[in-house]
């Protein structure tokens, strides 16, 4: 398993990581809020400038032939491998990779070194099914329910690490089984190998609907989502370019949650909400919980380029990754 031992984050230094996360994180502002049936989006921009990805995105590269990733030579459920071209390749946390012996997600944001082998941090999303199967391909983000729950743990284990100890990155294997078979049951979906992609799969058609009633605006350089009346999570990167290639993406995990809301709802397993939009102060109070949190961040080295940062507060987690001085990509959660 990937690991990587803890440094103190210097909250006093306007010059590390947990300093440029904090930088990011002032520099939003929101721009434009679209509304559709319980699910709010809010298009945020940055003072920060947009830069020039210096990096492929995961599609990119598998498009180009710039990116392998394949089960290690001795199978693990929480580490895959993952060989680049000629240039770095952007992961995020919470997408998934379908194929090879089981389904994962991936656990943390990393950026890979070009032209090298990367062990990086995974975990299950299909528990029955493990064969021969070997080369994994680039699938779509879990939604932001069960992203928010992988990066509460992966935070809480690294966060609990002792100083020159290693940090796995590692979540919950069995509580994200027992989600996923939480998540069938509410869908009414059983599968054979009890892997959650069959209920994604079943929602495919709807997500598209609700991906093209959310258009990117210009200039956008975040999204952050809301589920009825609850802000839910963020996401901030270092180029438009970047969030243009994701935003779909994000917006499809977006809406899965809402759907997978509404069903809990139907079945009593959450209450009914009191409103269905977030409130006009739901976004700054977001911002500003991370901002307090950062003068605790725990930072690490990555598995691949730069730092990865974690931070948490009542009502938050947050993570980035930070290379060259800048936040590749800021992730803030509302835990359930």
């Known amino acids: 398993m990937p690991t990587t031992s803890p440094k103190p984050a210097n909250p006093s230094s306007s010059r590390g990581p947990a300093a440029a996360v904090r930088r990011a994180v002032a520099s939003v502002s929101p721009t434009v809020t679209m509304w559709r049936d319980g699910l709010t989006i809010i298009a945020l921009e940055s003072r920060e400038p947009s830069r020039t990805p210096d990096y492929l995105s995961f599609e990119q590269a598998q498009a180009a032939k710039g990116i392998e990733v394949e089960e290690a030579p001795v199978q693990t459920v929480p580490t895959v491998d993952a060989a680049t071209g000629p240039l770095p390749v952007l992961l995020l946390g919470g997408d998934t990779i379908i194929g090879g012996a089981q389904n994962r997600i991936i656990n943390i944001t990393i950026l890979l070194k070009a032209a090298a082998k990367t062990a990086i941090p995974v975990s299950c999303l299909e528990m029955g099914r493990w064969n021969d199967g070997r080369w994994f391909a680039s699938a779509r983000p879990v939604d932001y329910a069960m992203r928010s729950m992988v990066a509460e743990q992966v935070t809480r284990g690294a966060r609990a690490a002792r100083p020159g100890h290693a940090v796995p990155f590692a979540a919950d294997q069995g509580a994200i089984w027992h989600e996923i078979g939480e998540r069938q049951a509410r869908a009414a ?91 006009t102060g739901a976004l700054g109070r977001m911002l500003e919980r991370a901002t307090t949190a950062l003068t605790d961040a725990t930072v690490a080295r990555s598995v691949g380029l730069g730092h990865d940062v974690r931070f948490s507060a009542p009502k938050l987690v947050g993570t980035a990754l930070v290379h060259d001085r800048r936040a590749v990509h800021v992730a803030l959660f509302r835990p359930a």
């Open 189 to 279: 979906h059983r599968s054979p190998t009890q892997a959650l992609h069959d209920v994604y799969d079943a929602e495919e058609r709807s997500l598209e609907e609700w991906v093209r009633a959310f258009p990117m605006p210009a200039g956008t350089r975040g999204i952050a989502v809301g589920i009825n009346d609850r802000l839910v999570g963020l996401d901030l990167f270092d180029s438009a370019e970047t969030l243009e290639r994701q935003w779909p993406r994000l917006v499809g995990s977006a809406a899965s949650a809402l759907l997978d809301c509404q069903r809990a709802i139907q079945v009593g397993a959450v209450p009914m909400p009191k409103h269905r939009h977030v409130d």
